[in-house]
């Protein structure tokens, strides 16, 4: 079984930059995206960024410019580097691996980290 731990969030002011990290219990080589997303209070998980075992990168356009997704694969970790942050990106962050094979697409998901912007 995959664990991914998220850590990073916390309370910022608008403004403010905070980096989040995903630490995965095994090489992030074996899937073929990583990726994070967001949850708000009364809304549905959305996707902030994603990055592929190649490299490339996408990004909800939200962020675009704000955000970050990069990837230690020395580390097994994966990041999301947040400047310029708003009241609006007040969520739960999500860290997702996901395999694309026999059987199927099989995602796995970290238990999230509470960001919040506020002043």
């Known amino acids: 079984q995959v664990q991914l731990v998220e850590s990073g969030g916390g309370l910022v002011q608008p403004g403010g930059s905070l980096r989040l990290s995903c630490a995965a219990s095994?090489?992030?080589?074996?899937?073929?995206?990583m990726g994070w997303y967001r949850q708000a209070p009364g809304q549905e998980r959305e996707l902030v960024a994603t990055?592929?075992?190649?490299?490339?990168?996408n990004y909800a356009d939200s962020v675009k410019g704000r955000f970050t997704i990069s990837r230690d694969n020395a580390k097994n970790t994966v990041y999301l580097q947040m400047n310029s942050l708003k009241p609006e990106d007040t969520a739960v962050y999500y860290c997702?691996?996901?395999?694309?094979?026999?059987?199927?697409?099989?995602?796995?998901w970290g238990q999230g980290t509470q960001v919040t912007i506020s002043s």
């Open positions: 990055i592929s075992s190649g490299g490339g990168t």
């Open positions: 997702n691996a996901q395999s694309r094979g026999w059987p199927g697409v099989v995602d796995y």
């Open positions: 095994r090489s992030i080589f074996t899937f073929n995206t």
